[in-house]
């Protein structure tokens, strides 16, 4: 009897372990994808307004990760980019809503509305500057939206306000830099993500919308393209022929700059009347203004898909850019460059990021 006893005590365990495993097969696979090469970039693929999708580097595997239900043609979710490690895609509403995608999840989180905002280097963090406070304070949440406080606390009313627009976490130095009006002047602001005081401040006229590569800050106003370096504290810039640049990002080896500018061009409608329609395009410079490539006005990019598509370069290397225009498209930064589209089953425009670690 014994024997049987234990017989049926082995049975029993064995039948448990077998019925665990099998409920543990029937859950939902955590979603992974994120590997070298895996981008995310804003398309009307399942609607007519713009929402967020992922695709492999050769444009396999597209999924969707907004869910932005817009009632408007005119909505659109945009600026899609990666957490440090990959894990999660933050990107923004056209309400100005900061949200979280988790690929491990498969959730969606709605942080805060925001002017601007940045991942911690660890990407545990998000440092986000408050579009609900008159005097747009900067505050730190942690990706899943809890634990959301203010890290800036000044008086907007008093002669010293500070008026915070624009901000990036360094991938490196744990502080946060800032550009902010300081007695209406202009200042760069370098901020402690621990405690919100202020290591270092001067007066900066930068442009809000600046991007940060290593050491160096770049920005435009008007004509002119600016680079500021963090340590020596130097401005050096060029200035274009009237071409307006916009988005400025420095190549990863920091020798050469790509932009964004606008231009007209003429076509003939159905009606066989000549219309002239706005386009945006991308150039690439060295950072002393010479060496001048149009990298986007080629055959192989249409114009008409490239109406209203405003949106960061990004550097694949330091001879390789994306950009998105109806499609996808792969240039090297060349004389004659050279354009190819990853697929040709992607519908896509505007910004886009790839995680490259």
Partial sequence: MKFISNLLSIFSVLTSLLLVTACKKKEKEPYLPIEKGTIAYISTADHNYGEIYTCAMNGSGAKRISDLGAKNLSDSEYSPEFSPDGSK??????????????????????????????WSPDGKKIAYINLLDLDRQIRIANADGSNDKPLTNYNAYSDTSIFFSGLVWHSTEDIIITRAGYNAIPHLIKISPQNGKVTDMYPLN???????????????????????DLISKNTTYFVTSGESPKNPVLSPD??????????????????????????????????????????????????DTKYKSSFYPFWLS??????????????????SPNVNAITDNLKAGGQLQVFKN
Wanted: without cysteine; proline residues 1%.
């Fill in 206 to 228: 930068f442009h809000e919308y600046f991007t940060l590569r290593g050491n160096k800050i770049t920005w435009a106003n008007g004509d002119t393209v600016f680079f500021h």
């Fill in 89 to 118: 895609i933050k990107y923004r509403g056209f309400d100005f809503m900061i949200k979280v995608y988790d690929l491990n999840t498969q959730t969606n989180t709605t942080i805060a509305k925001a002017f601007d905002s940045d």
């Fill in 318 to 335: 330091n001879t390789e850019l994306l950009y998105s225009a109806g499609k996808i498209f792969k240039i090297t930064d060349d004389v």
């Fill in 254 to 303: 920091g020798s050469r700059v790509a932009y964004i500018y606008d231009r007209t061009y003429a076509y003939v409608n159905q009606n066989k009347d000549t219309v002239y329609r706005k386009v945006t395009d991308m150039i690439s410079r060295n950072i002393n203004g010479y060496d001048k490539r149009e990298l986007t006005i080629n055959n192989a990019i249409p114009d």
